[in-house]
Each structure stands twice: as C-alpha cells, then as structure tokens.
C-alpha cells in the first residue's frame, strides 16, 4: 500500500486547529475549491477502456467504488491521522463499527481479550459476543494497578478508554501501554471522550487509537460515524480489507458533515471542557449535590494522572454528579431541565444530561455497579455550547424543584 503522501505530511506536522481545517489537503486548482466537495457516487471510472484497468487511490489502492474508498471519505482520514499522529486513519459509519472491524482484524478462536468493566456497553458485549466464536473475554475495573496485573493472564488484545464512562475515571494509559509494549499485547484506545487534543495514544505506542466521531470530533449531534487511526501501513492494509468486507465505510454525506464538525473542534473543545469545570465547581457547592465527578476538580483523585497524561490542563466536556436523596431526586432533575436534553451521547453542541442505571450501567450487576459507585442518584451530563450562565441557571432550577 502506498500512503506515502499522509506520511510525509504527518512528518511536518502543523498544530492541531490548522490541522483540523486544512489536513485533507484537498485543493481543485482548474476550479478553484479548497473546500471538500461531497464525491456521491457509487463508482468510479475505469479509466483504460481496453484493460479495463481501475485507477489507483492516493493509497495506492483500486479506486472503483465507494464501499471500498471515497474522496470525502478520504480527505476525512487524512485529517484525523494527522490530528492522531498516525500513519494512517479508516473512517467508518459508526464507532462501533470501526470497534467491531479493529476486534475482527486481531482476533481469532482461542484469542483473550481484556476489556474495562467500565466502559462504553456495546464495545464490552460484542468482546463478551466473540464468546460463540472461541474468544474469551475478561473484564477488568477501570483501575491501572488491577488492569497491569490482569495484563499477564495470557491476553492477545486489549482496550482502554482515556477517560471512562460514567464516572470519568482517568486510567494511566502511558502505564498500561508501556506493558503491553513489554509483553507484546495489541493496544486499542479508545480516545472519544478526550479527543487528539489531550491525548495522542499512538505516541505512547499504542498499537490503534479509535474513536466515535458521532461525538466530539463531529460535535453536532447529527452524524453517526467512528474512525481508526494506525501507526502502520500493514495494520492500514488488513483494516481496510476488513472494511471492505464488512461494508462499513463512512458514507459520504457524513464525511462531509464531520470535515465541517472537526474544523471547529478545538475552539468547540476548550470552550466546553471550560464550562464543564465551572459547572462542577457550581454542583460541588450546590446543598443539593452529594458528589461531583470530574477529573478536574481539585478534589478528585484522577486530577494528578490527568495533569500527567494530557497535553493541556483541560479535561472533557462530561461530568457526573449525585443529587442527594435517590433515583426519585435524580429523575426530578433529569426531567426538570428545559435547556439540557434528557437524551444519550455526548460531545455536541447540546448539552446532555442521561440517567446512567439506564444506559451506561444497565448490564451491570448490583455488585458491580457498588463496586464502581454507579447508584440510583447519579446523572451524567455533558456540557454543550451554551452559555455556561445559562446551563447554571437551568441545573440551579431543577435542583431547587427537587
Ligand atoms: C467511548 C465510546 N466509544 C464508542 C462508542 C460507539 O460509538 P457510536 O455510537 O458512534 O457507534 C460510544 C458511543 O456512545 C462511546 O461513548
């Protein structure tokens, strides 16, 4: 495979806002459009009418339909591996399905796979799925002292979330990826919620970083998509094979929409990760609020590995909070906001506000959920683009009708 042209470019690479609006490097000079243009269609021309021969992707693939590779599509790769420091990036039309394809691609029958007991549902039950196919899967808290020790059991792949969902817990992924390096475990990282602004795991040599771009990097709340970001063209090559197969390409439309989302991703980023410890101050005063989660409060015990592990003194857009009293306390609140959506996902311009017993934790058992301090009074909510005065306001009126 031939991605010379990303490589090349990841080398000098420019700071992340530039980055983020001019790394596709897409440029129509005889029409003059610097912009991306949505390619949709389904084919491309042969362009030898005697062989029949296709023409060949900027990555040295055949370029002759749009399951298998897409200019919108690939302009969006070629930013989110520059922002991911990657040599290569493959855009698909969810996060979990980049998940789904990245587990494929390494596992086989007889293959163990460890993943966090608390981490985005879906990616731990399909690993619990592989189970019908011979591949075991092993859960571990999101803790790096327990997740080092259960690194040794044998495990072929492994995958850790940066910060985890619901409690916001930051695991030490420098840590972690430094055992698997010692003993050879393939390293997923799943970098979602923290995005390439904090944290870039490939450096730390994690072996693909994913994320769901359905969040921050789209940031809308209107596009469904997910992405892998590789450190090798050979890992590049199986993926896309893999993609190829599983029909799970980015469609164009979406490409486009999340081209536009991550150019603004970084003003977007700060502005909500800002607002998001404000609002933490705000509930960690509040008479009403048990407990606050959220690494960057002083009082939290992730602040230290966080202020080690990201490249900037911010830390997310989502916090967790636990409003006094029980699930009755908890739902006045989620129902008693009219600016914050009662509503799943995170990272778009909305603020959201999910009742995690019902999402994040429904496949947990009791004992589980204690173990991880999930309880019937806990939200989670993730701040949005409005003014932060506002979402106070709106929180401070809910909270007082409880
Ligand atoms: C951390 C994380 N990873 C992956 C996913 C799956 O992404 P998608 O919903 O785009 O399939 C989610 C979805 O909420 C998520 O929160």
Same mark, same amino acid.
């Given at each position: 495979?031939? /991605?010379?042209?990303?490589?090349?470019?990841?080398?000098?690479?420019r700071?992340?806002?530039?980055?983020?609006?001019?790394?596709?490097?897409?440029?129509?000079?005889?029409?003059?459009?610097?912009?991306?243009? /949505?390619?949709?269609?389904?084919?491309?021309?042969?362009?030898?009418?005697?062989?029949?021969?296709?023409?060949?992707?900027?990555?040295?693939?055949?370029?002759?339909?749009?399951?298998?590779?897409?200019?919108?599509?690939?302009?969006?790769?070629?930013?989110?591996?520059?922002?991911?420091?990657?040599?290569?990036?493959?855009?698909?039309?969810?996060?979990?399905?980049? $998940?789904?394809?990245?587990?494929?691609?390494?596992?086989?029958?007889?293959?163990?796979?460890?993943?966090?007991?608390?981490? #985005?549902?879906?990616?731990?039950?399909?690993? !619990? &799925?592989?189970?019908?196919?011979?591949?075991?899967?092993?859960?571990?808290?999101?803790?790096?002292?327990?997740?080092?020790?259960?690194?040794?059991?044998?495990?072929?792949?492994?995958l850790?979330?940066?910060?985890?969902?619901?409690?916001?817990?930051?695991?030490?992924?420098?840590?972690?990826?430094?055992?698997?390096?010692e003993?050879?475990?393939?390293?997923?990282?799943? &970098?979602?919620?923290? @995005?390439?602004?904090? #944290?870039?795991?490939?450096?730390?040599?994690?072996?693909?970083?994913?994320?769901?771009?359905?969040?921050? $990097?789209?940031?809308?709340?209107?596009?469904?998509?997910?992405?892998?970001?590789?450190?090798?063209?050979?890992?590049?090559?199986?993926?896309?094979?893999?993609?190829?197969?599983?029909?799970?390409?980015?469609?164009?439309?979406?490409?486009?929409?999340? /081209?536009?989302?991550?150019?603004?991703?970084?003003?977007?980023?700060?502005? !909500?990760?800002?607002?998001?410890?404000?609002?933490?101050?705000?509930?960690?005063?509040?008479p009403?609020?048990?407990?606050?989660?959220?690494?960057g409060l002083?009082?939290?015990?992730?602040?230290?590995?966080?202020?080690?592990?990201?490249?900037r003194?911010?830390?997310?857009?989502?916090?967790?909070?636990?409003?006094?009293?029980?699930?009755?306390?908890?739902?006045?609140?989620?129902?008693?906001?009219?600016?914050?959506?009662?509503?799943?996902?995170?990272?778009?311009?909305?603020?959201?506000? @999910?009742?995690?017993?019902?999402t994040?934790?429904?496949?947990?058992s009791?004992? !589980?959920?204690?173990?991880?301090? $999930?309880?019937? &009074?806990?939200?989670?909510?993730?701040?949005?683009?409005?003014?932060?005065?506002?979402?106070?306001?709106?929180?401070?009126k809910?909270?007082?009708?409880?």
């Open positions: 495979m031939n /991605i010379s042209l990303l490589s090349e470019t990841a080398k000098m690479a700071r992340s806002s530039t980055e983020a609006i001019h790394g596709h490097g897409y440029l129509d000079r005889e029409r003059g459009v610097f912009k991306v243009p /949505i390619y949709q269609t389904a084919v491309f021309e042969y362009p030898d009418s005697v062989t029949g021969g296709p023409r060949l992707s900027d990555r040295g693939l055949d370029l002759k339909y749009s399951r298998e590779e897409n200019h919108t599509v690939r302009a969006l790769e070629k930013i989110l591996g520059k922002l991911e420091r990657g040599v290569d990036c493959l855009a698909f039309g969810s996060g979990m399905a980049a $998940i789904v394809a990245t587990y494929l691609s390494k596992l086989k029958a007889g293959s163990k796979v460890l993943v966090p007991l608390e981490c #985005y549902g879906t990616t731990q039950e399909f690993a !619990q &799925n592989l189970s019908k196919f011979g591949v075991e899967c092993i859960l571990a808290r999101s803790d790096t002292d327990e997740f080092l020790e259960r690194l040794g059991d044998g495990i072929s792949l492994t850790v979330e940066t910060l985890t969902n619901p409690m916001v817990r930051v695991i030490d992924v420098k840590e972690i990826a430094k055992r698997c390096a003993l050879g475990v393939p390293l997923i990282v799943d &970098n979602t919620f923290s @995005t390439p602004l904090l #944290y870039n795991p490939l450096d730390d040599g994690a072996w693909v970083t994913v994320h769901s771009l359905t969040k921050y $990097i789209a940031g809308h709340n209107d596009v469904v998509g997910g992405a892998v970001i590789m450190g090798s063209e050979e890992d590049a090559e199986v993926l896309w094979n893999w993609r190829r197969k599983l029909g799970s390409i980015m469609s164009p439309f979406d490409a486009f929409l999340t /081209i536009r989302g991550v150019a603004t991703l970084e003003a977007r980023f700060e502005k !909500q990760a800002r607002s998001a410890l404000e609002i933490a101050e705000f509930l960690e005063d509040h009403k609020i048990e407990k606050v989660y959220y690494p002083s009082s939290s015990p992730y602040k230290s590995i966080a202020d080690r592990i990201f490249k003194r911010l830390y997310g857009g989502v916090l967790s909070f636990k409003v006094r009293g029980g699930q009755r306390e908890a739902l006045e609140v989620l129902r008693g906001t009219e600016l914050i959506k009662p509503s799943p996902s995170l990272g778009g311009v909305e603020s959201l506000l @999910t009742y995690p017993i019902w994040a934790a429904k496949n947990m009791r004992e !589980q959920m204690k173990m991880l301090e $999930i309880s019937e &009074n806990l939200l989670r909510l993730s701040v949005g683009l409005e003014d932060v005065e506002d979402l106070k306001e709106d929180l401070g809910a909270l007082s009708r409880v």
